[in-house]
């Protein structure tokens, strides 16, 4: 069972929708290929000020932190793969949520 943890530095305009966060479970449910319930997934939206670099962070920089627990890992191949998939999933969830706080 797949655990996917995000942490996302939200722009000051912008929110998280449970709808939202559903799509994304399923989504990577299917990248997963697992049954119903199989993948779970926890966004813990930040605010900028809860976000620092050493040295100063650039204007405009809003980091995504994503981490995945497995009991078992796949191929390196198989990784390789849903790794691509993962990186898309999630960037098309930050951008709907740009998109619904403009």
């Not at 943890?5 to 305009?13: K, M, N, S």
């Not at 813990?44 to 204007?59: C, M, V």
């Amino acid at each position: 069972m797949p655990i996917v943890d995000i942490e996302i530095i939200l722009r000051a305009d912008e929110s998280v929708y449970k709808e939202m966060v559903s799509d994304l479970a399923e989504e990577l449910g299917d990248i997963f290929h697992t049954p119903q319930g199989g993948t779970w997934i926890k966004v813990h939206p930040l605010s900028a000020d809860q976000y620092a670099e050493n040295g100063g962070t650039p204007d405009g920089i809003h980091p995504i932190f994503v981490a995945i627990i497995k009991s078992k890992l796949p191929s390196l191949e198989e990784m390789q793969n849903e790794a691509a998939k993962i990186t898309g999933a999630v960037a098309q969830y930050v951008a709907a949520l740009q998109r619904m706080s403009t």
